[in-house]
C-alpha cells in the first residue's frame, strides 16, 4: 500500500478575522507580489463581499503555525456546459519558494474538481501567467497544466492590457482525489 506523504498545508475559505493576517502577509510580499498581482493590503473586506456563484477564495494555510502561506481565487467560475472556472494565485513571505504554495494549490484543484457539496464539481481549470513569470509558469506546469495557447492583451494589470500564456487541465487529467489529501481539516 503506497502512504500519502504529510500534507505542511490545509486550505478554507477566508474569514472576516483573517483581516490582519492578510494584510500583514501582503504588505510583508508587496515586492515579491508587485510585478505581476495587484497589491492590496487592505482587500480582504472586499474579497469577502464577492464570495458567490462566480467567485471561491481559498486561503492556504500553513499547518504548524497557521501562518498564510498564500491565496487562491476560483475566479471567472462558470456552470451549465463549460464548469469552467480560472485559478488566481499569491504566495506570501516567508512561507514563498518553500513548496507549500504548490501543495495548497493541489488542495484547491482537488476541490474544484470534487462534487458537491464538499467540491465544486468544476470540469475545467485555467491558469492564465504573463510570460515573463517564471515562478508562475513553473507552478502551471508542476501541476500538470498543459499548454493551451497564447492571449494577447488578456489582463489589465499594473496600468496596461498584459499577454497571457493559457494553461488548462480538465479533471480527466486529474488523478488525485480529494479524500488522499485533506481528511480531517474539511
Ligand atoms: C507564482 C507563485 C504563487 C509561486 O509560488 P511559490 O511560493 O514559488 O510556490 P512554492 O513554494 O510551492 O514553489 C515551489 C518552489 O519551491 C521550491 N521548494 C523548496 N522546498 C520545496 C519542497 N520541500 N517541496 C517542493 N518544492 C520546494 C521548489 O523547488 C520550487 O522552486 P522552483 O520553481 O525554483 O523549482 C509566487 O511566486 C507568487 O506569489 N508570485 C507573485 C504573484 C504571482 O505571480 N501570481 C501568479 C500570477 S499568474
Excluded at 504529510?6 to 515579491?32: I, K, L
Excluded at 456563484?53 to 451549465?80: C, Q, W, Y
Amino acid at each position: 500500500m503506497s502512504t500519502m506523504p504529510a500534507m505542511r498545508v490545509y486550505v478554507r475559505p477566508p474569514r472576516p478575522d483573517d483581516e490582519r493576517m492578510y494584510s500583514e502577509a501582503v504588505v510583508r510580499s508587496a515586492d515579491h507580489l508587485t510585478p505581476w498581482n495587484p497589491v492590496e493590503p487592505d482587500g480582504l473586506p472586499d474579497l469577502l463581499r464577492r464570495q458567490g456563484p462566480g467567485l471561491r477564495t481559498f486561503m492556504v494555510i500553513n499547518s504548524e503555525d497557521e501562518g498564510l502561506v498564500g491565496k487562491v481565487n476560483v475566479a471567472n467560475i462558470v456552470r451549465a456546459r463549460f464548469r469552467s472556472a480560472s485559478l488566481g494565485y499569491d504566495s506570501y513571505l516567508p512561507y514563498a519558494g518553500t513548496g507549500r504554495m504548490s501543495e495548497g494549490m493541489r488542495l484547491v484543484v482537488d476541490r474544484c474538481f470534487a462534487p458537491g457539496p464538499e467540491g465544486l464539481g468544476l470540469h475545467r481549470l485555467e491558469i492564465n501567467v504573463q510570460p515573463e513569470n517564471h515562478r508562475s509558469l513553473a507552478m502551471a506546469k508542476r501541476l500538470g497544466f498543459r499548454h493551451e495557447g497564447f492571449s494577447p492583451r488578456m489582463l489589465f494589470i499594473n496600468s496596461a492590457w498584459r499577454d497571457h500564456e493559457r494553461f488548462a487541465l480538465t479533471a480527466e487529467e486529474w488523478p488525485t482525489p480529494l479524500e488522499g489529501r485533506q481528511a480531517q481539516h474539511g
